[in-house]
């Protein structure tokens, strides 16, 4: 049986993809904030050949994030996969009680913390893959001089600014640990039926639903998503959206654009934690990426 983590994973692709992992004999972890859907995933898994297990978190709280990833790295020794699907929209800017606008919380900062923090189970594994459903490639500009919208706030622009820090969170990861078993996929998953979390304006809440009845349903964005996850690419870090493979050699993708924004993390996770954020692979001293 395998193990697979999914961030999001009581609505949507995360739960689409967590009934067809149980549903074939695999163990899916879903991380989520409503523990009655949790409870009714869990108990759907319950009579198929695999396994299913809920863990309940505010993924926009680092701190919450590193209790999740501390849990998991002491349930799970070996961990074959890890699908980051979490996100929560918001019309109006939003800063958690840690300080982050929420969309930089939530969407990049719990990404980063679980791509790192459960290297160490990852690399038990024989062909382990992180997929981080972000939406690649997107040529919207890194506004270095205010990542967490303090000065503009618009939904789409942070949404869209977002997926190309974890763009850039690909980069590094794959410099810092593609010598090694794990590798990193950058995943598009279309426009799709989601949950579509999140607290909305009226003309907003009525324009998502527009597209979601436009949109295909979460089941078939499944099948490219197995691919990866059964069959994970040869290269360190590639880039799809579905089935078809992205350009991960472009200024989109610029190493150097990559160190920028992991000096600039680092700094943040410290300021809230008191410790340091990342670590480059000679630094590791506990095995999850992160300096202890």
């Not at 924004?261 to 990426?289: E, M």
Request: glycine residues 10%; hydrophobic residues 40%.
């Amino acid at each position: 049986m395998k193990t697979y983590v999914i961030t999001g994973g009581t609505d949507g692709i995360g739960a689409a993809l967590a009934r067809t992992l149980f549903s074939r004999g695999d163990r899916a972890v879903m991380i989520g904030t409503n523990p009655d859907k949790g409870e009714r995933l869990t108990a759907e898994a319950a009579p198929a050949p695999g396994g299913a297990a809920f863990i309940q978190a505010d993924l926009g709280l680092v701190s919450d994030t590193r209790r999740v990833v501390d849990m998991i790295a002491g349930e799970y020794p070996a961990i074959d996969g890890v699908v980051l699907c979490a996100r929560f929209m918001r019309s109006r800017r939003s800063v958690t009680a840690e300080g982050f606008e929420s969309n930089f919380a939530l969407f990049y900062l719990s990404r980063l913390l679980l791509s790192y923090g459960l290297l160490g189970p990852l690399e038990q594994a024989e062909r382990p893959v992180i997929v981080n459903v972000a939406g690649p490639g997107h040529d919207t500009p890194v506004a270095w001089d205010d990542l967490q919208s303090s000065q503009h706030y618009d939904l789409v622009h942070a949404m869209f600014m977002t997926g190309r820090l974890n763009d850039l969170l690909g980069v590094t990861f794959a410099e810092r640990h593609g010598a090694g078993p794990v590798r990193y996929v950058l995943f598009h998953p279309g426009t799709t039926a989601t949950s579509y979390a999140g607290e909305f304006d009226p003309q907003t809440a009525a324009y998502l639903r527009q597209q979601r009845m436009m949109a295909k349903p979460p089941t078939d964005v499944i099948p490219p998503l197995l691919r990866l996850l059964d069959d994970p690419p040869a290269p360190p870090l590639t880039a799809f959206n579905l089935f078809a493979e992205l350009n991960v050699h472009t200024k989109l993708f610029s190493a150097q654009d990559a160190e920028r924004l992991s000096g600039i993390t680092d700094k943040l996770l410290a300021g809230v934690t008191g410790r340091a954020g990342l670590a480059r692979p000679a630094d590791r001293t506990d095995g999850s990426g992160l300096v202890g």
